[in-house]
């Protein structure tokens, strides 16, 4: 079930750069300058989109577009209930690990 509060996490808690790397080759360039995770905006094609760090949302500083993780996911071509699926397995598998290396 798709609850409002999945939703919410998977925008802001599951980290977009974790998203990307695991779009692999599907995913877009990216780049970390000035402290910032930034990557090709899928709209304008300029390397301007930058991960917020507060709430886990880019803004493209070139077309100002907007993305969250679920997104990234819709722009590769997946549909909106296989989307959050599959970022709800990779938050639960971000979780864990981040569980695991705090114990
Ligand atoms: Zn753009």
């Known amino acids: 079930m798709i609850t409002r509060d999945l939703l919410r996490s998977i925008r802001n808690e599951l980290p977009m750069k974790l998203t990307i790397v695991r779009l692999g080759r599907h995913g877009p ?16 094609g300029e390397l301007r989109a930058t991960v917020n760090p507060r709430n886990n949302l880019a803004h493209c500083f070139s077309c100002g577009q907007n993305y969250n ?10 549909d909106f209930v296989p989307a959050v699926e599959i970022l709800q397995h990779w938050l639960r598998q971000y979780q864990e690990d981040r569980d695991s290396a705090n114990s």
């Open 29 to 44: 360039i990216t780049k970390q300058t000035d402290g910032y995770f930034r990557f090709q905006c899928p709209g304008c």
């Open 69 to 78: 993780n679920i997104d990234l996911l819709m722009i590769q071509g997946y």
